[in-house]
Every structure is written in structure tokens, then in C-alpha cells.
């Protein structure tokens, strides 16, 4: 496996669009992870998932954005009627949980969402 | 809440000197520490992780300590080459392994 795939990793598009981003994570990973960075800032947690469950959504993922994870393989995260502080780069993570606190984050190479 | 400040923002250095990045945080009930490496325009790659029961850790030209005591991180860059030139990022996990917190990130130029 070569890591964590996001698509695409460009995406412009108009005021109010909807616009869906898809996040395969690392194959035997059970936790799938979304953030979203703006310029000269580090990421901010939007929400993650273990399995197909979704464990925690941030204060930041209004009801414009929805995440999925289907049968606890890849996700989607849709955001709905886009506006122009949507624009950023969307990052997805993923990691395999064990008990022993040596679980690593893999990044993918991320989304970057222009909104005009 | 966690907050993770990391100082100073941008550092410039000649090639061939040993610098260190600071990190601090506001709550030691972590999981573990994450430093990663992000080049312009480019995702994370994650450079070392030091579980909350470690003090440090090594890789190659890298050593990463942890203080949980005084909410202290350093990420310690032996022998810089023009190559290390990017933004250093750490991340705290939070303590049931779920979301990280960032800190903003250290820009670092070394010139050859």
C-alpha cells in the first residue's frame, strides 16, 4: 500500500456549490481522520472516525459539511452551499489504534478547495 | 483545551548548524506527540512520535524530547542541510488517541 489517496487534490468552484472530497486511508487502518489548514496556519480537526462509527465532530464542521465512511473503508466529506471561507486545504488521516500509544497519523497529500 | 504554540515562527540558518524547534502545550493528558515536516503546497509527513510514557526519541539527524511537566516539546535538527528547509509542525494527540492539536508551525530556511 503507498499511504493515504485524497481526490482530488484540486477543486475550484463558485459560491454555493456543493462540492465532495473522498479520503482512502491506508488499508488495515481503523481510524480515518479529516482537518482542514489555511495559509501560514497548522491544521484544525474537523472530525474522525473509527470503523464506520463517527467518534467526534469539531464545533468548526457546521451544518454545511457532512463526513461519511462506509462500511469503514474510504470517506467523503461534502460541503453543501459553498461560501468563500470554505477555501482551504482539506487534509485526511488515518492510523491504526492500539494500546500501546505508538499509533502513527499518516497525512495525505490533501485537497486544496478554491472557493470564487 | 488543548493550545499548542510553537515559537519562533520562522528561523533562518546557515547549513551545517544545529538548531532546535520549540513546542508548548496547555494540557499533558496526551496520548502521544507527533512532529511532522509539510513543504509548500504539500501534505504532512510525519518525522517522529513519542509516546506519553517516553522522554525522547531519534531518528537519523532528528531527536525529539518530551516534558509533560512543563508542557515542552523540542524537535532538534543536528547538522541542517538546505534540504530541511520547510514549516515543522508538532501535533498533540489527545488522550483517547482521537483528534490532534496543531501548533502553527516553525518555517525553517537553511542556506547553503
Known amino acids: 500500500d503507498t499511504g493515504v489517496s485524497q481526490d482530488p487534490r484540486h477543486k475550484i468552484t463558485k459560491r454555493g456549490q456543493n462540492v465532495t472530497f473522498r479520503c482512502d486511508p491506508i488499508s488495515e487502518h481503523n481510524r480515518l481522520y479529516w482537518y482542514r489548514q489555511t495559509l501560514g496556519q497548522g491544521p484544525e480537526f474537523l472530525t474522525y472516525f473509527q470503523n464506520e462509527a463517527q467518534l467526534e465532530k469539531s464545533r468548526l464542521l457546521s451544518d454545511r459539511f457532512s463526513a461519511e465512511r462506509p462500511k469503514g473503508s474510504f470517506s467523503t466529506l461534502e460541503i453543501q452551499r459553498t461560501e468563500q471561507g470554505d477555501s482551504a486545504m482539506y487534509l485526511c488521516a488515518s492510523s491504526l489504534v492500539t494500546t500501546s500509544g505508538k499509533d502513527t497519523q499518516y497525512f495525505g497529500p490533501g485537497t486544496r478547495l478554491t472557493v470564487l | 483545551k488543548q493550545e499548542v504554540t510553537q515559537i519562533p515562527a520562522a528561523l533562518s540558518v546557515p547549513e551545517g548548524e544545529n538548531l532546535v524547534l520549540n513546542c508548548s502545550f496547555t494540557?499533558?493528558?496526551?496520548?502521544?506527540l507527533q512532529w511532522f515536516r509539510q513543504d509548500p503546497g504539500k501534505g504532512l509527513t510525519s518525522l517522529l512520535l513519542i509516546q506519553s510514557s517516553q522522554r525522547e526519541q531519534t531518528s537519523g539527524r532528528l531527536n525529539a524530547s518530551l516534558d509533560k511537566s512543563s508542557g515542552r516539546s523540542t524537535l532538534y535538527i543536528a547538522a541542517s542541510q538546505p534540504g530541511d528547509s520547510a514549516t515543522y509542525l508538532c501535533?498533540?494527540?489527545?488522550?483517547?488517541?482521537?483528534?490532534?492539536?496543531f501548533g502553527d508551525g516553525t518555517t525553517l530556511t537553511v542556506k547553503p
Open positions: 494540557d499533558s493528558a496526551i496520548y502521544n
Open positions: 501535533a498533540m494527540r489527545d488522550a483517547n488517541a482521537g483528534k490532534s492539536t
